[in-house]
């Protein structure tokens, strides 16, 4: 069953890809929990039931978790450990990056906390009010923050400063504007910037676009808009370094490229539910969700769940496996962190 976000309910969008999840799952929970597989996580971080982390990101040993109400955890040991750092906003915190010496967070009313190595976050001006949802940065200063409402930002020295980098909505989706409404500008949920400046974002409609230095968008996948009924939205994605990569989100969806991003087509996830992160490596791949986790060694072909724990009970909306270590780190609901081998 495709769960759509009613055009009504836009202007309210939730803090986050995982909130606006949240909200459309409660009217259509899956009530089959998955089989039990042997692996066990381990518990890291745990905070109180009403914390929430929505991303984390590590460079080598150094990763930063964000979530709500300014939340920032940051750790030196590949997430064996975490520590607080204070936040100079109280407004909850989306989406992380964190590359060399420079750290980006972004989050609500448009806020971007920028950091230089160990010293304290700062917040930068940018030309929004928006949710950002999602940022990315690459080692030569580019980044790019995506969120509601088609909000593409753009910077050139490692969030520093920041320029409306927005695609042509009208021009997308014009054909379909009977159905979607005037002025139809897609939430983008994911973004990721590779070392070469090349751009991918995804969002509603099962949309990826692709950009160099964020300038210039073009559709590599798009969905349809069939009867009033729009197409899954997608909630993240990762394209590793030999061409292949996953976007995930709504109703199960996942997408798969071979060709480092040119080119998706949809693959068997094994799910009906909501997708919310995704981390592969290799062959491996894991994916989280509301109240399920999947596991692929052979790229997708074939999923085993992953369970144990809250697993089956809660969300995890970030997935990432830092440089030398066998686990993934995942985090979610309540402010936790768990290890998965």
């Not at 009217?27 to 109180?48: D, K």
């Not at 050139?156 to 159905?179: R, V």
């Not at 998706?264 to 290799?282: H, K, Q, Y």
Request: aromatic content about 6%; overall charge negative; cysteine-free.
């Amino acid at each position: 069953m495709m769960i759509r976000i009613p055009r009504l309910m836009r202007s309210v969008l939730p803090l986050s890809a995982v909130a606006a999840a949240v909200l459309v799952a409660n009217a259509y929970a899956n009530a089959n929990a998955p089989a039990s597989t042997a692996t066990q996580p381990t518990t890291l971080l745990r905070g109180i039931p009403h914390q929430a982390l929505f991303d984390v990101d590590f460079d080598g040993r150094n990763g930063i978790a964000v979530g709500a109400g300014g939340q920032i955890v940051v750790s030196g040991d590949a997430g064996k450990t975490w520590a607080p750092q204070p936040s100079p906003s109280p407004l909850s915190l989306l989406g992380v990056a964190t590359r060399g010496a420079h750290s980006i967070a972004v989050g609500q009313m448009g806020l971007v906390l920028t950091r230089t190595d160990n010293g304290p976050w700062t917040v930068v001006k940018t030309p929004t009010t928006e949710r950002l949802l999602s940022v990315d940065l690459n080692p030569s200063g580019l980044a790019v923050a995506v969120g509601s409402f088609g909000t593409v930002l753009r910077s050139t020295d490692h969030g520093a400063s920041w320029q409306e980098a927005t695609p042509d909505w009208h021009g997308l989706f014009a054909s379909e504007s009977a159905t979607l409404g005037d002025g139809f500008r897609p939430h983008v949920f994911a973004v990721q910037v590779d070392d070469d400046g090349l751009v991918t974002i995804a969002g509603e409609v099962s949309m990826v676009l692709r950009a160099r230095d964020a300038l210039g968008w073009r559709v590599v996948h798009q969905g349809a808009v069939n009867e009033g009924r729009l197409d899954p939205s997608l909630f993240a994605m990762q394209i590793r370094r030999d061409g292949v990569g996953f976007a995930v989100g709504q109703s199960g969806l996942m997408l798969k490229t071979t060709d480092g991003g040119e080119q998706w087509a949809p693959i068997a996830s094994g799910s009906t539910g909501l997708l919310l992160s995704v981390e592969t490596r290799d062959r491996n791949v894991l994916v989280t969700g509301m109240r399920e986790m999947r596991r692929s060694h052979d790229d997708g072909q074939t999923w085993t769940p992953v369970t144990g724990g809250d697993i089956a009970t809660a969300w995890y909306s970030a997935a990432v496996q830092p440089e030398g270590s066998p686990q993934v780190l995942v985090a979610g609901q309540a402010g936790t962190i768990l290890s998965i081998p």
